[in-house]
């Protein structure tokens, strides 16, 4: 009974505090086949809470393996234009997007790392118009963890195969909110306050730069003059504020493209949507540019996404995470960028959101970069942080204050 209302409280959460559904307004659901019973049950919750219609585009990680196990090697820049178009016709009716990403991280691993390029950058490039939506809030939306059996055994594998889906969703339930609290609309309303309260006091310092220290780490992460802190709390263009990812730990900005230098070490694997999984790299930056990047694992799938475009090699965001999140104090590693992106402070390759900067969704390109933004085809979040962090804010008059040592906040608020 207990976990039966676990899930029905996700689904509310998902429904309520992420896409905030309103009145009359249409969902679409991008999901696994496997997670079939939970859609049913989000579908119902957003019925109730006055969705007009909800639709569902499904997804299934077998079929992309199969492909390329089976697939003529000349054929993987082909494509299917209509899941491009549902979202862009979602987008101008103002639908909400509830989108699922959880997929095994080692899918691909084995597979020809030329054709995973080519079929990352051609399905980066089909998915563009909806990344447009998302970067310039043209939708109401939310990124969610769902249990796959692919995934759960990777997080899981010491935990019997007929317990694991169960095991993960007792995290999923622990690491969102919804089994730790009695009530957990209101303890997420507490939490986003909190959040925005850490992004309000980055906006009222508007440091120049920070300073990252850690092992492995010596980076020099410039600031834009009109940065803009945000939390995953915002509100579309149409004015219906959504929480973009749950769970969702960080505080996060743009850096400046070319204000960038120095060695930063990925402390946790990287996985790109299932399709790259790198692990044990580190990149060194030069006026915002990697000049240099070394991986043990997955090292020819890092050299091809930093080449995915001519901006793919700068940053797009800068994101504090404190290591006592509950996703890091968890002790998982969950090999998915939607988890473990808030267990740690992390980076980002390729795109900032216009957002991350005053007046930025108004800019021309040109402003826009001479604003010191960053345009690609990618945005790609890889952590570098860890209880071993020390960050410290630059002044305008070249002052260090303390951020956050040993991977904790250095001040209140």
């Given at each position: 009974m207990e976990f039966e209302r676990n899930l029905e409280r996700y689904?509310?959460?998902?429904?309520?505090?992420?896409?905030?559904?309103?009145?009359?307004?249409?969902?679409?659901?991008?999901?696994?086949?496997?997670?079939?019973?939970?859609?049913?049950?989000?579908?119902?919750?957003?019925?109730?809470?006055?969705?007009?219609?909800?639709?569902?585009?499904?997804?299934?990680?077998?079929?992309?393996?199969?492909?390329?196990?089976h697939a003529p090697r000349d054929s993987f820049d082909l494509h299917s234009d209509w899941p491009t178009a549902a979202f862009v016709e979602a987008g101008k009716r103002g639908d909400a997007?509830?989108?699922?990403?959880?997929?095994?991280?080692?899918?691909?691993?084995?597979?020809?790392?030329?054709?995973?390029?080519?079929?990352?950058?051609?399905?980066?490039?089909?998915?563009?118009?909806?990344?447009?939506l998302v970067r310039t809030r043209g939708i109401n939306w939310v990124g969610i963890g769902v249990p796959t059996k692919r995934w759960a055994a990777k997080v899981l594998p010491d935990v019997?195969?007929?317990?694991?889906?169960r095991k993960?969703?007792?995290?999923?339930?622990?690491?969102?909110?919804?089994?730790?609290?009695?009530d957990p609309l209101a303890e997420w309303e507490r939490h986003i306050a909190n959040l925005?309260?850490?992004?309000?006091?980055?906006?009222?310092k508007k440091y120049s730069a920070l300073k990252l220290t850690a092992p492995g780490t010596d980076l020099w992460v410039g600031l834009p003059e009109k940065q803009r802190w945000l939390s995953a709390r915002m509100a579309s263009k149409a004015g219906i504020p959504s929480v973009v990812n749950i769970p969702t730990e960080e505080t996060f900005t743009a850096p400046h493209r070319a204000q960038v230098n120095g060695t930063v070490r990925a402390t946790k694997p990287l996985n790109v949507r299932g399709m790259m999984y790198i692990d044990?790299?580190?990149?060194?930056?030069?006026?915002?540019?990697?000049?240099?990047?070394?991986?043990?694992?997955?090292?020819?799938?890092?050299?091809n996404l930093l080449e995915t475009?001519?901006?793919?090699?700068?940053?797009?965001?800068?994101?504090?995470?404190?290591?006592?999140?509950?996703?890091?104090?968890?002790?998982?590693?969950?090999?998915?960028?939607?988890?473990?992106e808030n267990a740690s402070c992390h980076i980002a390759l390729g795109s900032a959101y216009r957002f991350s900067f005053e007046g930025g969704e108004e800019m021309s390109p040109e402003e826009f970069e001479a604003a010191g933004g960053n345009s690609s085809l990618i945005h790609?979040?890889?952590?570098?942080?860890?209880?071993?962090?020390?960050?410290?804010?630059?002044?305008?008059?070249?002052?260090?204050e303390p951020v956050m040592r040993s991977g904790e906040w250095a001040f209140d608020i």
């Open positions: 689904a509310e959460v998902v429904i309520k505090i992420g896409i905030n559904v309103q009145p009359g307004q249409r969902v679409l659901i991008t999901p696994w086949v496997e997670n079939a019973d939970f859609v049913r049950l989000l579908t119902e919750q957003a019925y109730k809470a006055g969705a007009s219609f909800v639709d569902v585009m499904w997804e299934d990680e077998q079929l992309r393996l199969t492909r390329f196990e997007v509830i989108r699922m990403n959880m997929a095994d991280p080692t899918l691909l691993l084995e597979q020809d790392p030329a054709l995973v390029s080519v079929f990352q950058k051609t399905q980066t490039q089909q998915l563009q118009p909806y990344f447009q019997p195969e007929g317990e694991r889906i993960m969703w007792e995290i999923i339930f622990e690491m969102c909110r919804i089994s730790t609290t009695d925005a309260a850490r992004s309000a006091y980055f906006n009222e044990k790299f580190s990149l060194t930056f030069k006026d915002g540019k990697v000049v240099d990047a070394k991986a043990e694992v997955g090292d020819e799938h890092l050299h475009d001519g901006n793919a090699s700068y940053l797009g965001e800068i994101a504090l995470v404190p290591h006592s999140s509950p996703i890091s104090q968890s002790g998982y590693l969950f090999s998915s960028t939607l988890y473990d790609t979040d890889f952590m570098v942080g860890s209880e071993n962090m020390d960050i410290d804010g630059i002044t305008t008059g070249g002052k260090a």
